[in-house]
């Protein structure tokens, strides 16, 4: 383990505190709720659901907090502008947490961002998120806005070396001509989260995991990333399941997919990450015990170095 020469940025919100030096803090663990397909939800375009099923996945994922001391968010996706609203108005009534505002729409997030503001609900909100896909309506729309909280994805399409995520993140790289922290800075964010934006296996994950050791060490910020996704998008294993289920190992099959699918939290935890959406909420069982084990080796390796973690560390609550 190490420690970084550059002053590394802590983060204090919706009490909610990440960051800083590897074994300082906990990690960060963000749960997707809403997702497509996730069978709390009735009506995906409308954001009709089972509200005491979506009440009982915070509030266990809340539990996972207290017990181990990883910060958790909630990742609030809606694929409409009307889902996403209702969505947030529910998570808002339920949890006073941090809370992603989440959408492949750039319209439906630019909708949550006003409902928070107008009812006085931004102060949880992290933006999801600044990239060089977004629209200048959108960055208006987010300028006016009272959210103050940012993923800031450094992806350049053109450019996936480590060198071209940090250079997107300064000078907008070989995509636009700003820099994304320039950009939400602009926008009237005051805390960015960093996204590595790792990519699928083969296609530079291992770029996306090295960078978040640059984008610390350069810039000082707090970095994570849907690390999660990789196994999700990984043929071998796709195929290797397919297999299992045809010998009729279902279960197994269920298993080691589960198994990649929380590792790779791991992953992210072990390279210098201060957060990481671990994917659905109603896997908060399997991911807090998971990340917070390995907070806890960080934490007792980083100690000979003089990093001392906090009191509601997993190292300090869990043994």
């Not at 009440?55 to 809606?78: C, H, P, R, W, Y």
């Not at 992806?155 to 907008?172: E, H, I, R, T, W």
């Not at 109603?282 to 003089?306: H, Q, R, S, Y």
Request: with cysteine; aromatic share 8%.
């Amino acid at each position: 383990m190490f420690r970084f020469d550059k002053e590394q940025m802590v983060i204090e919100f919706a009490g909610a505190k990440f960051g800083g030096q590897p074994g300082e803090y906990p990690t960060a663990l963000s749960g997707t709720i809403f997702y497509s397909r996730h069978k709390i939800v009735e009506d995906a375009k409308k954001g009709i659901f089972d509200k005491k099923a979506a009440e009982a996945l915070i509030n266990k994922q809340a539990e996972m907090q207290d017990i181990t001391g990883n910060s958790a968010f909630v990742q609030v996706f809606g694929g409409t502008e009307e889902a996403l609203v209702n969505y947030i108005d529910f998570v808002s009534e339920v949890w006073d947490g941090p809370m992603l505002l989440d959408s492949t729409s750039g319209k439906a997030r630019m909708a949550a961002a006003n409902r928070a503001t107008e009812a006085g609900y931004a102060n949880q909100c992290i933006y999801n998120s600044i990239n060089v896909a977004a629209e200048d309506e959108e960055i208006e729309n987010l300028t006016n806005s009272d959210v103050e909280a940012s993923i800031v994805l450094c992806f350049d399409p053109m450019d996936p070396s480590v060198a071209g995520k940090l250079n997107v993140l300064n000078d907008g790289g070989k995509t636009k001509d700003i820099g994304m922290l320039e950009l939400a800075e602009k926008a009237g964010i005051k805390y960015p989260l960093i996204d590595v934006a790792v990519t699928p296996m083969g296609n530079g994950a291992g770029h996306a995991v090295r960078a978040a050791f640059a984008v610390k060490a350069k810039l000082g910020l707090p970095v994570g990333s849907g690390i999660h996704n990789v196994p999700s998008a990984w043929d071998w294993l796709r195929e290797f399941r397919k297999g299992l289920r045809e010998e009729g190992k279902d279960q197994i099959a269920k298993d080691v997919h589960h198994v990649c699918d929380i590792g790779a939290n791991i992953v992210q935890t072990m390279t210098s990450g201060d957060y990481v959406l671990y994917g659905p909420i109603d896997n908060a069982e399997l991911a807090f015990p998971a990340v917070a084990m390995t907070d806890m080796i960080i934490a007792e390796t980083a100690k000979e170095m003089g990093t001392v973690p906090v009191a509601e560390h997993p190292l300090n609550k869990l043994i």
